[in-house]
């Protein structure tokens, strides 16, 4: 059983950034594939970008290319989604998640209970 916390939420102007983190409990963390997913008020969740075991392949997302970066470091079972360039409608909870058979958008087998983003015009 994987346990992920996310941290690095929180309030931010439009054009601001910030750096999400997720780190993970266990010890295999190289052997997962890692995604960031948001949920806005009212909305789906919807997929924003993952990275495979080795950060080899990146998979992202509508709406954030050019403006996210996802990466991983594999010494300290943490995930990181860099976002810049933020945008009222990027305010979400942003969700990590882990798999080792998934690649890009799917239904992860673990969870991090989400932090909250809030963009402001």
């Known amino acids: 059983q994987v346990q992920l916390v996310e ?5 931010v102007q439009a054009g601001g950034s910030l750096r999400l983190s997720c780190a993970a409990s ?16 009212g909305k789906e ?7 495979t075991k080795d950060s ?8 954030v290319r050019g403006r996210f970066t996802i990466s991983r470091d594999n010494e300290k079972n943490t995930v990181y989604l860099q976002m810049n360039s ?6 979400a909870i ?3 998640a882990a798999d080792k ?3 890009g958008a799917g239904n992860y087998d673990y969870w991090g209970q989400g932090t909250q983003v809030t963009v402001s015009s």
């Open 7 to 11: 941290s690095g939420g929180g309030f």
């Open 26 to 41: 266990d010890r295999t963390f190289s052997s997962y594939t890692m995604a960031w997913f948001r949920q806005a008020p």
């Open 45 to 51: 969740r919807e997929f924003v970008m993952s990275i």
């Open 56 to 63: 080899t392949n990146k998979y992202i997302g509508n709406g």
């Open 86 to 91: 933020l945008k009222v409608e990027d305010t």
């Open 94 to 96: 942003y969700y990590c």
């Open 101 to 103: 058979q998934r690649l």
